[in-house]
């Protein structure tokens, strides 16, 4: 019995081999395989590479694995030799097209030695299989190979025209045929230039980005991380992710995966409270200015409730801030008046898209103008982020920037510039920084920010060893699932906080709170960049 068992194990595994053997070559069809006759040669083209993109290390982000293939003439043993490989219809097909004297292309699992008639070659892939920066690098059209989204699109024909191919040329007789006993000759025509567009992504810190929001279960939604001195984009995610590879599978997803949500516009909740506390100190208004708050406000017969029913008592603007109190701040708008908080907004990016790219660029959102604010109740609910009010996460994260700068709008960025064959990078010019607030508001507002995430809603946002200031948000969408309204929740910040590095805007559709659902994806956003820039693991 025990002997049976084993033969029985043994024939399973055998099946399993051999249907793995099966499946590991895959016969090419694509124009790019197809053949041409030049003179005394014939030539397979095999691959065409498109031009490269690079992080700001000059690490590739595309074009970086390669797959085995193997270019099959039909001379030799090579019909004998590819029976180890291919079965049923593949090797039927394959047997037809050498018979009729075609030159072949397959794509192996397993490189295949080079024998007459067998030509082992490595291509580049495009796209790898866990591709890093998805939706911002975009996909091609699978037909015409041309950039249909991201910065394919937008830099089709930079690609295009520092593309390369590999090719593989036979020495044919007078009729055409493959001569049995001649050199094959693998060319590469500019396949393996270096020239391409360097981006100022980090791809660790993308790398790390993105597997934070996978381990934070980001399963809708964004993280934007800014370089906190220029402005420029270090890593940008998009949830939910797809494969570049097969985009097919993905065009009647009702969860929309092929959109950048780093670009799209959401409604923004608490995390525009920075404004309104930035409009009022730039009004001369005290950061002592208080509030008491009771658990509600009435305003224009409206009521106005805080999170906390009870309420939180009296406040002043680095507590009201902190304890992210919708009271105090209804109560601080109607002072501040509704003028200097859209002025200030502006100032700071709201309302306006920003070109990240060459063509690709952010929702402009909304920022309402003085007639959509018609009412004291209409400035209430901007004074928490609601109402009218939209902005995408490059937005919020340029917000924030101005304060982690030092007062400055820096105007985001993900194109550091063009490499050429030999490396040498040639710097494209960015927009210079805008002037936004003094020193002296500057420090009151990194102040709440930081007595925020040290003592506020914000508390599981401070990464172990370090300071952070951040800023929480669960924001109103004003549409219902199964009759349950449906929140945005929010963290945007930056860390260290004495000496700002890097702004990170995280968001989540459809999510409990900013508190729980974003703050810790951004404290392990910032605990692991910080082992990696140390030489940690």
């Not at 005290?286 to 017969?301: A, K, L, M, R």
């Not at 820096?410 to 805008?434: L, R, W």
Request: hydrophobic share 35%.
């Amino acid at each position: 019995m025990f002997y049976k068992r084993i033969a029985a194990t043994y024939t399973v595994m055998i099946f399993i081999l051999g249907f793995l053997c099966v499946n590991i070559v895959t016969i090419i069809n694509s124009p790019a395989a197809e053949a041409s006759q030049q003179n005394n040669r014939r030539v397979l083209e095999v691959s065409e590479k498109r031009g490269n993109i690079y992080d700001c290390n000059l690490n590739l982000l595309v074009n970086e694995e390669k797959y085995n293939a193997a270019a099959v003439a039909p001379i030799g043993e090579s019909a004998s030799i590819m029976k180890n490989y291919l079965s049923g219809e593949d090797y039927s097909n394959l047997i037809s097209r050498l018979s009729k004297g075609e030159l072949v292309l397959v794509k192996t699992g397993e490189k295949i030695e080079d024998s007459e008639g067998i030509t082992s070659l490595s291509p580049y892939l495009r796209y790898g299989e866990n591709q890093l920066l998805a939706h911002t690098i975009g996909y091609l059209d699978t037909g015409s190979g041309n950039g249909v989204s991201g910065l394919e699109k937008s830099y089709d024909e930079y690609f295009t025209e520092n593309s390369g191919t590999l090719s593989v040329a036979y020495y044919v007789d007078a009729v055409g045929r493959i001569l049995s006993g001649g050199e094959d000759e693998i060319i590469y025509d500019g396949y393996n230039n270096n020239s391409g567009l360097v981006l100022t992504i980090d791809k660790e810190i993308q790398r790390i980005a993105e597997e934070c929001a996978d381990e934070g279960k980001l399963d809708k939604g964004s993280i934007v991380i800014l370089d906190a001195e220029n402005g420029k984009i270090k890593a940008m995610v998009s949830r939910p992710n797809f494969n570049p590879n097969e985009i097919e599978n993905y065009l009647n997803d009702e969860n929309s995966p092929l959109i950048n949500r780093s670009l799209t516009e959401y409604s923004v909740g608490s995390v525009f409270k920075l404004v309104v506390c930035a409009a009022a100190l730039e009004a001369g208004i005290s950061p002592n200015f208080t509030h008491d708050c009771t658990g509600q406000i009435e305003v224009d017969g409206i009521v106005f409730h805080c999170h906390k029913l009870s309420g939180h008592g009296v406040l002043d603007m680095k507590s009201g801030f902190a304890l992210s109190c919708n009271t105090y701040f209804i109560s601080l708008a109607q002072k501040v008046g509704k003028e200097k908080i859209l002025e200030t907004a502006e100032k700071m990016g709201f309302g306006t898209s920003v070109d990240i790219a060459h063509s690709l660029s952010c929702d402009a959102g909304y920022l309402p103008s003085l007639n959509d604010i018609a009412t004291s109740g209409d400035l209430a609910n901007l004074s928490f982020g609601q109402g009218k009010l939209m902005a995408s996460p490059v937005q919020i994260a340029a917000a924030f920037l101005t304060v982690a700068s030092g007062g400055n709008y820096c105007y985001p960025t993900i194109v550091e510039g063009f490499a050429d064959e030999n490396m040498n990078v040639t710097h494209s010019e960015q927009k210079p920084p805008t002037p936004v607030f003094n020193e002296k508001i500057v420090k009151q507002l990194q102040s709440f920010l930081k007595y925020s995430v040290d003592y506020g809603g914000g508390t599981l946002a401070k990464p172990e060893g370090s300071t952070a200031g951040g800023k929480t948000a669960t924001a109103q969408t004003g549409w219902y699932k199964n009759g349950v309204e449906v929140y945005h929740a929010w963290f945007a910040g930056y860390y260290p906080a004495d000496d700002p590095k890097y702004v990170i805007a995280i968001l989540k559709e459809e999510g409990d709170g900013g508190s729980t659902d974003c703050a810790p994806i951004f404290r392990d956003i910032a605990e692991k960049i910080e082992a990696y820039e140390s030489g940690g693991d």
